[in-house]
C-alpha cells in the first residue's frame, strides 16, 4: 500500500481527497462508528464561525444553511458524511489504531481489533478530540460536585437550576457560558486572562485570512502581520451577542483552589458550585505514534513546514493545530495543509 491515512474527520477526508486524485494506492482508518470526526461529539448548539461557503472541504462546497447564517453541528456532521460516499472515498471503521512501527517495508500500523497495515507512508490525521486537557488544580479531587470537558457536554438543560463554574476563555467558553447562563441558578466564568472579543462584524473568514496571511509571511521570510487593531479571539456570534446583551460576559480570574463546594480565590474570596465545565482545550491524540519514539514532552512531533516528521520522513502529521499547517485544524484551513502533505509525500 502506498498510504495509510490515520483518521476520517475532515482532516482524513481531506487528504483523502487529493490522495485520490493522485491514483495512489491508499486507506483510511476511522476509530468512529460513523462518519463526522469529532463533529459527531460536539454539543447539540454548536456551530460554525463561517458561513458555509468558507467552511468547505476540496472540491464540493458546503450546502449553504437554509435561512442563512452559520452552519449548525448537524449540518457539518451531514456534509462530511455525504463527502465521504461522494468520493467513494474508502474508510474503514471503526477501527482502533494502538501503534505505528518501523518496518522494512515502510511502517506497520496496528488495530485493537488485531489486524495490521503496512504503508510506505502513513498520515496520522487523528486530531485532539480524544484528549481533552483539564489543569491540575489543588483540590479538584475533593470537588465534590460533577465535573465535565467540554468535550461532553451537551446542553445547557443538563445544569438548569445549579450553580455553575465554566473554567477557560476562548469559543468553547463563551459560548458554553452564554447558554448555560440562561439556565443556570448561578453560571460563573473564569478565564486565565479578561477575555477579548472580535468585533461584530468579524467571523471565521477574517480569522482565516488572518492566518493566511501570517502563512504567507512565514514561507517568504517576511515578518508577520501585526493584528488588526488588537482583534481578540471570540468570535461573536449569535449566543454570544444575547449574552453580552444580558452583561453576563465578565469573568474572574483563575481561583487557587478546589474545595468540596467550589472554589477558592486567593484572596479568601469564594464561589459556591454544583458543577464544573472544562473549557480548557485539547491535546494531540497522538499514543498510537509512541512506538516511533517521537513525541516530545510539549506533546508534539517535530515536523517540516509541510508536516512531515522530522525523525521519521515516513511519516505526516496533519490537522492537529497551526504546527502541522496554519488553520490546519479548520475546515477553511486544512484544504491547503492536506494538498501540501500529498504533494510532498510520494512526488
Known amino acids: 500500500m502506498d498510504v495509510l491515512v490515520i483518521g476520517a474527520g475532515q482532516a482524513g477526508l481531506a487528504a483523502g481527497y487529493f490522495l485520490k486524485r493522485r491514483g495512489l494506492d491508499y486507506r483510511l482508518l476511522d476509530a468512529g462508528a460513523a462518519a463526522g470526526g469529532a463533529w459527531r461529539h460536539g454539543w447539540e448548539s454548536l456551530t460554525l464561525f463561517s458561513p458555509a461557503a468558507q467552511s468547505s472541504l476540496p472540491g464540493w462546497p458546503m450546502p449553504p444553511t437554509p435561512g442563512g447564517g452559520y452552519p449548525p453541528r448537524d449540518a457539518v456532521i451531514a456534509y462530511l458524511t455525504a463527502y465521504e460516499a461522494r468520493y467513494a472515498l474508502p474508510v474503514q471503521r471503526p477501527v482502533q489504531v494502538t501503534a505505528v512501527r518501523r518496518a522494512a517495508e515502510g511502517l506497520r500500523v496496528e488495530a485493537a481489533e488485531g489486524a495490521a497495515w503496512t504503508a510506505r507512508a502513513v498520515i496520522s490525521a487523528t486530531g485532539t478530540w480524544s484528549h481533552p486537557f483539564v489543569p491540575q488544580v489543588p483540590g479538584r479531587e475533593a470537588f465534590a460536585g460533577r465535573q465535565i470537558h467540554s468535550a461532553r457536554y451537551r446542553r445547557p438543560a443538563d445544569f438548569a437550576g445549579q450553580s455553575v463554574l465554566v473554567v477557560g476563555g476562548g469559543n468553547s467558553g463563551a459560548q458554553i457560558l452564554a447558554e448555560v447562563s440562561r439556565h443556570a441558578a448561578r453560571a460563573t466564568w473564569v478565564t486565565e486572562r479578561p477575555p477579548v472579543f472580535l468585533p461584530d462584524d468579524v467571523d471565521g473568514r477574517v480569522l482565516f485570512d488572518r492566518a493566511t496571511a501570517r502563512w504567507q509571511a512565514e514561507r517568504e521570510g517576511r515578518p508577520a502581520p501585526p493584528p488588526l487593531g488588537g482583534l481578540g479571539n471570540i468570535v461573536m456570534v449569535p449566543p454570544v451577542v444575547e449574552a453580552r446583551a444580558r452583561r453576563v460576559l465578565h469573568s474572574l480570574p483563575p481561583f487557587a483552589r478546589l474545595e468540596a463546594a467550589g472554589a477558592v480565590w486567593a484572596d479568601g474570596s469564594r464561589v459556591a ?75
Open 273 to 347: 458550585a454544583e458543577a464544573i465545565i472544562w473549557c480548557t482545550g485539547f491535546r494531540p491524540a497522538l499514543d498510537h505514534l509512541a512506538p516511533l519514539g517521537l513525541v516530545e514532552a510539549d506533546g508534539r512531533v517535530r515536523v517540516s513546514p509541510e508536516g512531515q516528521a522530522l525523525a521519521e520522513p515516513r511519516l505526516w502529521l496533519l490537522g492537529y493545530g497551526d504546527w502541522t499547517g496554519a488553520a490546519s485544524a479548520t475546515l477553511a484551513g486544512v484544504t491547503r495543509a492536506a494538498r501540501a502533505v500529498v504533494a510532498a509525500i510520494l512526488p
